[in-house]
């Protein structure tokens, strides 16, 4: 047994990497964007590969790479039903909608005329997505239906960046305004605002069609909880000062006295018609206080849970104990060679 580890140091890579090493896991690792790739990986039963959404590359490559590969009989990391939804709102909506999720109602057009009668007859506010980004890029608030009708001009002709260097740098400012991030954090985003990023260069604006999710006033945080394997672990992020969105705010509680347990039931629950290796959901709240789910994720930001007292077990019983997630990856993974 030989596992290939795609690597990118700052991603799960390099918690895999400690972890075979330790546990004495036969591994290599690799470059997936060789053209050898596949002649590579000979000796090796899987790839494992924690391909992000801002990394161009990752974007227009792993997805081919990994599913190849799944389909010729290598298991990797993430699969296919782990992995096919990523950074695609709009996919995970049809799945959500599919296996029965309570999902937050979400409204999809790629007919622009279809999109104007909506917007005409619906209640506001509306949340507004790109189907892609994460940490709430990509995502504003739609107050009115001239708002509505704006975006939905812009949808069907020139399109939007996938990266958005004003809201960007007013993140940038925020945290550093909060003390969160030091000087020389926000002048890097002050330059981006000229130059730009690698990946917002080469992503093609997202146009013809726009995607639209019901706003649920009264949430002052979100809840994300994370299944890998039969564990569960969980934060609540609350939102910005001044602002509705939780994801990415850099505000969390990781008390375990105030997560759902009914949240973390269902996640399972979902999870055993998804049959994901490893997903985040993340919830709100409606008026009737039933959680809704927003979006899911099989990635997740390494060192924010690192502060996690513990997990949870699929029969909800709590085990206060430090844990490295990315080694349940491995784990699981394994037990299926």
Same mark, same amino acid.
């Given at each position: 047994m030989k596992i290939a580890i795609h690597h990118h140091p700052? !991603?799960?890579?390099?918690?895999?990497? &400690?972890?075979?090493?330790?546990?004495? %896991?036969?591994?290599?690792?690799?470059?997936?964007?060789?053209?050898? %790739? %596949?002649?590579?990986?000979?000796?090796?039963?899987?790839?494992?590969?924690?391909?992000h959404q801002e990394i161009y590359k990752d974007v227009i490559a792993a997805k081919k790479i990994l599913f190849a590969l799944e389909h010729a009989g290598i298991k990797v990391f993430p699969d296919f039903k782990t992995g096919w939804h990523f950074d695609d709102k709009v996919a995970q909506k049809y799945l959500l909608e599919k296996i029965g999720a309570p999902l937050v109602p979400s409204y999809v057009f790629y007919d622009k005329q279809e999109a104007i009668e909506w917007a005409k007859q619906t209640h506001y506010p509306k949340v507004f997505k790109l189907k892609g980004g994460a940490g709430s890029a990509n995502v504003r608030l739609v107050k009115s239906e001239k708002d509505a009708l704006n975006l939905i001009k812009k949808s069907?002709?020139?399109?939007?960046?996938?990266?958005?260097?004003? !809201?960007?740098? +007013?993140?940038r400012f925020r945290k550093?305004?909060?003390?969160?991030? !030091?000087?020389?954090?926000?002048?890097?985003?002050?330059?981006?605002?000229?130059?730009?990023?690698?990946?917002?260069?080469?992503?093609?604006?997202?146009?013809?069609y726009i995607?639209?999710?019901?706003f649920l006033p009264n949430n002052d945080s979100d809840l994300r909880i994370i299944?890998?394997?039969?564990?569960?672990?969980?934060?609540?992020?609350?939102?910005? +000062?001044?602002?509705?969105?939780?994801?990415g705010s850099?505000?969390?509680?990781?008390?375990?006295q105030i997560i759902d347990k009914n949240c973390i039931r269902l996640a399972f629950d979902l999870n055993e018609k998804i049959n994901a290796q490893s997903i985040a959901f993340d919830f709100v709240?409606?008026?009737?206080? &039933?959680?809704?789910?927003?979006?899911?994720?099989?990635?997740? &930001?390494?060192?924010?849970?690192?502060?996690?007292?513990?997990y949870w077990d699929k029969n909800l019983n709590w085990h206060k104990e430090k844990f490295i997630p990315q080694e349940w990856m491995i784990e699981t993974l394994v037990e299926n060679l």
């Open positions: 700052g !991603s799960f890579s390099d918690r895999w990497i &400690t972890y075979c090493e330790k546990e004495k %896991i036969p591994y290599k690792i690799v470059n997936s964007f060789d053209n050898d %790739i %596949i002649k590579q990986l000979h000796d090796c039963n899987a790839l494992m590969w924690h391909h069907f002709g020139k399109g939007f960046s996938q990266y958005d260097r004003f !809201s960007a740098l +007013k993140e550093f305004n909060e003390k969160k991030e !030091s000087f020389i954090y926000l002048l890097k985003g002050i330059a981006r605002l000229f130059i730009g990023t690698d990946f917002g260069k080469k992503q093609p604006n997202e146009k013809g995607y639209f999710q019901d299944i890998i394997g039969n564990k569960a672990f969980a934060i609540k992020r609350l939102v910005r +000062k001044n602002d509705f969105r939780a994801s850099g505000e969390i509680d990781y008390d375990p709240w409606d008026e009737n206080g &039933t959680p809704l789910v927003v979006e899911i994720s099989y990635g997740f &930001t390494v060192k924010v849970y690192d502060y996690c007292p513990g």
